[in-house]
């Protein structure tokens, strides 16, 4: 296994995680909310008057965040890795998952860990380890190599 130099970027990487710490604790001390994007968005289908605006202003946010910085800097190359089927297929798998779960990855792992929540550590832990051997058996087994 080689490692591309060229694309690691540990700067930006740490910038974008302390932005989404930030958010996620401005969030629970503002609101007193979990800052889950699964449970978030989930919370629109079921509208509730005073959770409505402040869903809806988080929803925007994450699209408008990137659409602001195309507007001064490009965004990178994104190469697809699998067919339109494939990722449809794929997300609709990641969102039966997260009902299963009880949230997504955002909810368990940044915030439920930071509270040091059982069950977010538990469901993390398998997160991570459906997301390895995932990556194992395409790369791996299923790519013939």
Do not use: K, N, Q
């Not at 080689?2 to 989404?20: D, E």
């Amino acid at each position: 296994m080689t490692i591309a130099w060229h694309a690691f970027t540990p700067w930006s990487a740490l910038a974008g995680g302390a932005l989404i710490g930030l958010s996620a604790a401005l969030l629970i001390l503002g609101a007193g909310r979990i800052a889950g994007i699964s449970g978030i968005l989930g919370g629109l289908f079921v509208p509730r008057s005073p959770d409505t605006r402040w869903r809806l202003a988080f929803l925007i946010g994450l699209i408008a965040a990137p659409v602001l910085w195309g507007l001064f800097l490009p965004l990178p190359a994104v190469p697809p890795v699998a067919g339109t089927e494939v990722i449809v297929l794929a997300g609709l798998l990641v969102g039966v998952g997260t009902r299963y779960g009880s949230g997504c990855t955002s909810g368990h792992g940044v915030c439920g860990l930071s509270r040091l929540s059982p069950r977010s550590l538990a469901a993390t832990l398998v997160f991570m380890g459906a997301g390895f051997a995932t990556v194992y058996a395409v790369r791996h087994l299923l790519s013939g190599a």
